[in-house]
């Protein structure tokens, strides 16, 4: 009985084993490929760029490069009118920060909000997508909730301002895009906002 | 007495494990780095081999806390086979085991053969036979490995399970995520998923066969499955608004998910043969981070509904709704061991975030690591460390923890940011 259990557990190892050294090479496979979108099974053909990047560049994006603009402003590159870059116009505030684990606008950045919101209703034809973040403290699904919130609760304010909801695109990364790499509340505090990508 | 049983050799194809002999032995777990084990890897005898196999097996049981294994310069002599141990030797060394074995070329594969002895009487407790391919032995030693932990201490163990986990690197304004699996050593990591966009929250398929991540390959986050063996990739939730937090039910079929299409974050059940999801939790709070209960019939997950993020129950057929956690501010990602006792989790009391385990019938939790930032809890296969991530100053790295939270080993160190770690069910 002892010898019939050990060898189903030999068994078991040696199946293991064979099925581990003859998977290596197709994972391989699908890594060398770069892409992965040759496996079979993929019924989007935008995951193509998995991998090397491209493919990603411009997907649906329109106006492109909306990363590295942020609340650091230099603009041009994306065609915004130059109120955009006007240190003085609150369009030029494209990020809304939090406070820890809270999802309300703070008093400061409701006069921003607004002055988007009425950028928008003049330009109807103009979308942005609200990226919520979160600091990198707690679990991250949580993260991506609470910053989903964020995102929310702006895309709220500038609908209750006449902001029509097509306009509007939510996403949340949670703590997976933060801006300040430290591990203090000096980077923590940049990391809880709100970024309004147009 | 049997000092010197023979090796039975016995023919083996590809890569085999020939039992020997089954001697039988009784031992007493102790807990603690205090009183860890000695015993003695002997270097394996080996011509031409590609790898250190004892040297796999040595680092193995050193690192797993149980073993203190003796520095090789320290033995008082390199036996090989059973006939030139001498017994009396290795007492004076006070070693209670002592492991020997050889590596032999045979037509382009490898002979393993290995045998453990107890000291104090030099019975043989284990002796086996293997072979080989050159690309195996890591496997082998692994397996080596395996076999005397549970010789000795009576409980599988966890060094031939893989792990898979997230490393992000930063070049300039881009960041390069890649989802990766590797020997529960850290050895042979591999990429098996690679963007420039987030990935996150892997899980493993109850057969280890598959991988379910959080992609935002597409800008947006969807929830994919990705076979091992294969590299096939499927996108199995794609909705408007969070697709995340996959947990894969006992039986495999089916998947928790958060989504928020409705709304707000609930848990939903994905069914992966039909792809219909039910909706699991009707709150207007905050729920995310279901765990499936080792007998499939409930489902933990996080809630802010009590204003702070706390585990709750529900049946996974759907129910009442309970709290579960009442001790911290803060208690989030539960992950059952797999005996369901007990629950790890996310858990601060004040400003630290740290690794929890509740024992599942007291509720009582008991704190098992000091970090300022520790994350992603989950368990071994055999249910005797938890695995998580961790940082000190500007690094991460993956930790584990037994859950007594006497030891603890650091399992990778990478300089890159590596962060939810997830041990392969088997």
């Known amino acids: 009985m002892k010898l019939t259990k050990t060898l189903a557990i030999v068994a078991m190892i040696s199946a293991l084993t064979l099925a581990g050294c003859s998977s290596d090479d197709e994972k391989d496979a699908s890594l060398t490929d770069g892409s992965l979108n040759g496996a079979s099974g993929m019924n989007d053909a935008s995951v193509n760029g998995l991998g090397d990047g491209s493919g990603m560049n411009g997907s649906g994006m329109g106006g492109g490069g909306r990363y590295g603009n942020g609340k650091y402003g230099a603009k041009g590159a994306n065609g915004l009118p130059p109120e955009f870059s006007d240190p003085n116009n609150p369009l030029s505030k494209r990020t809304i920060y939090f406070m820890l684990d809270s999802s309300q606008v703070q008093q400061d950045f409701v006069s921003v909000i607004s002055a988007h919101a009425r950028y928008l209703l003049a330009n109807p034809s103009q979308h942005i997508v609200l990226e919520g973040n979160a600091d990198e403290r707690g679990s991250r699904e949580y993260n991506i909730a609470l910053a989903e919130q964020r995102s929310k609760t702006v895309a709220g304010m500038l609908k209750a301002q006449g902001v029509s909801e097509s306009q509007l695109g939510i996403v949340s990364y949670g703590e997976e895009k933060p801006v300040a790499m430290g591990h203090d509340e000096s980077s923590w505090e940049l990391n809880r906002r709100v970024e309004l990508a147009y | ?426």
């Open chain 2, 1 to 426: 007495m049997n000092l010197f049983k023979k090796l039975v050799l016995a023919s083996t194809i590809g890569m085999c494990f020939a039992p020997i002999v089954n001697a039988e032995m009784s031992i007493e777990i102790t807990e603690g780095i205090e009183s860890a084990m000695p015993i003695a890897i002997v270097p394996f005898a080996s011509q031409d081999a590609p790898l250190d196999v004892s040297s796999v097996v040595d680092s193995d049981l050193q690192r797993s806390g149980y073993f203190k294994t003796l520095p090789p310069p320290q033995m008082p002599a390199k036996p090989s086979t059973a006939e030139a141990i001498n017994f009396p030797d290795w007492q004076a060394a006070r070693q209670n085991y002592v492991v020997i074995g050889r590596v032999i070329p045979n037509g382009g594969q490898y002979t393993v053969e290995f045998q453990l002895y107890d000291v104090a009487n030099g019975s043989q407790l284990l002796g086996y036979r293997m072979s080989s391919p050159a690309n195996g032995l890591r496997a082998v030693a692994h397996h080596i490995s395996d076999m005397i932990y549970e010789k000795l201490l009576g409980k599988k163990g966890v060094f031939s399970g893989q792990i898979a986990y997230i490393t992000t690197t930063h070049q300039g304004t881009q960041s390069n995520h890649k989802l990766m699996v590797a020997d529960a050593d850290g050895a042979n990591a591999k990429a098996i998923a690679t963007s420039i966009e987030p990935l996150m929250s892997p899980a493993w398929s109850p057969d280890a066969k598959r991988i379910a991540y959080v992609s935002f390959e597409h800008k947006t986050a969807s929830v994919i499955t990705q076979t091992l063996a294969t590299g096939q990739r499927e996108s199995v939730a794609e909705f408007p608004g969070i697709n995340g937090a996959p947990a894969w039910s006992p039986d495999g079929s089916k998947l928790a998910v958060t989504l928020s299409k409705d709304g707000n974050p609930d848990i939903y059940i994905l069914d992966l043969g039909s792809r219909n999801v039910s909706k699991l939790t009707k709150n207007r709070a905050i729920d995310t981070e279901p765990a499936w209960s080792p007998d499939g019939r409930n489902i933990v997950f996080t809630s802010d509904r009590g204003g702070k993020p706390q585990l709750y129950s529900i049946p996974a057929q759907g129910g009442e709704e309970k709290r579960i956690t009442f001790s911290g501010s803060y208690n989030a990602r539960a992950s059952f061991s797999p005996d369901g006792k007990y629950i790890t989790m996310v858990h601060a009391d004040g400003g630290n975030y740290r690794i929890g385990v509740m024992d599942v019938n007291s509720k009582a939790i008991s704190v098992l690591t000091s970090g300022p930032l520790d994350e992603s809890p989950s368990f071994a296969p055999n249910g005797s460390m938890v695995l998580y991530a961790s940082r000190k100053g500007n690094t991460g790295y993956l930790s584990a923890v037994s859950i007594d939270g006497k030891m603890q080993q650091r399992l990778v160190f990478d300089s890159s940011e590596v962060r939810e770690p997830a041990w392969s069910p088997k």
